[in-house]
């Protein structure tokens, strides 16, 4: 893991779950973590809570479907650490319903933070990367995108969108730029449960969370094997999931 102290890396959705578990693991290896969020309260105590143990890290207040705000995260990278090495788009939302029970609010925040967040973070990011003639683009996807299931369907749709557009930003890239897609299955996080209306359903997805879900660590471990590869070593597509999962 060598390969990762010093990286600086820019994490959306840095909050809490995935986004959160996966900045102080990248700071107890040493990067130096850049976190943005919607929530500064539970910013302001992550980055807390690495410095005090030995690490380092910024955070700012990112509202990922505002461009403005993932230009403003990856310029406190450049600005407090002198280069970006890495940005993490991982900030996503799940409003789980029937297509035909015509959520359209839901469809349009799913769209604007699942797919335009990751855009709006890739559009800040590239310019950086490209001056420095290298970069690595980190998408936290889904495996709802890989096996589509009732109720996921539109959920699904953002998430492959995000795979379409990786794998057209990875042919046109010269190989300075590297991009790696991660699905995470069920993981112990309040996301799935947090993304249905009905209580019944949020009961089912609670015992399924309960029974079966992997530790966000899991999810934060594959990011650190991505960025830590050698600089001509592209990781593509990562899945991970309980091994009970469908």
Same mark, same amino acid.
């Given at each position: 893991m060598q390969s990762i102290k010093g990286k600086v890396v820019a994490i959306t959705g840095a909050s809490s779950g995935i986004g959160k578990v996966t900045a102080i693991e990248l700071a107890q290896h040493g990067a130096k973590v850049v976190l943005g969020a919607r929530r500064t309260e539970q910013l302001e105590m992550t980055v807390e809570e690495i410095r005090n143990n030995g690490g380092e890290a910024v955070?700012?207040?990112?509202?990922?479907?505002?461009?403005?705000?993932l230009v403003r995260l990856v310029n406190l990278a450049v600005e407090k650490f002198q280069k970006l090495d890495v940005i993490i788009n991982n900030a996503g939302v799940a409003r789980l319903s029937r297509i035909d029970n015509l959520d359209v609010d839901g469809w349009d925040e799913m769209i604007d933070?699942?797919?335009? =967040? #990751?855009?709006? %973070?890739?559009?800040?990011?590239?310019?950086?990367?490209?001056?420095?003639?290298?970069?690595?683009?980190?998408?936290?996807?889904?495996?709802?995108?890989?096996?589509?299931?009732?109720?996921? =369907? #539109?959920?699904? %749709?953002?998430?492959n969108a995000v795979r379409t557009i990786a794998e057209a930003f990875r042919q046109e890239s010269d190989g300075s730029i590297r991009i790696t897609g991660i699905s995470p299955g069920y993981i112990k996080t309040d996301f799935a449960v947090k993304s249905v209306k009905t209580e019944a359903m949020k009961t089912s997805i609670a015992q399924v969370v309960e029974q079966m879900a992997i530790d966000p660590k899991a999810v934060a471990n594959a990011v650190i094997y991505a960025i830590s590869q050698p600089n001509d070593v592209e990781v593509g597509d990562i899945v991970i999931r309980p091994a009970r999962q469908d």
């Open positions: 955070f700012s207040k990112t509202d990922v479907s505002n461009k403005t705000d933070i699942n797919i335009k =967040g #990751v855009l709006y %973070g890739m559009a800040a990011a590239i310019p950086v990367f490209k001056h420095q003639q290298s970069g690595h683009i980190v998408n936290i996807i889904s495996t709802s995108g890989i096996k589509i299931s009732p109720t996921q =369907g #539109v959920y699904a %749709g953002t998430k």
